[in-house]
């Protein structure tokens, strides 16, 4: 899958794993935005197809270098 490939490459990259938990008031796009990565970027991340369901206390997996 394309999280996978994601997932592989960014660990081999020396990435390093952030887990986001959602803050009430915050958005798919607020969160992509503080972590310096595209909207969809982060819903491939955390397999994400319906933005509007994130909800305070959600884990999201982010990557960074």
Wanted: overall charge positive.
């Amino acid at each position: 899958t394309a999280r996978a490939a994601d997932s592989l490459m960014k660990q081999q990259t020396g990435a390093k794993i952030v887990i986001h938990i959602v803050k009430p008031g915050e958005d798919i796009k607020t969160i992509a935005k503080q972590y310096n990565v595209s909207v969809e970027r982060l819903c491939t991340w955390n397999s994400i197809s319906d933005t509007t369901k994130l909800k305070p206390k959600d884990e999201l997996m982010i990557f960074e270098k």
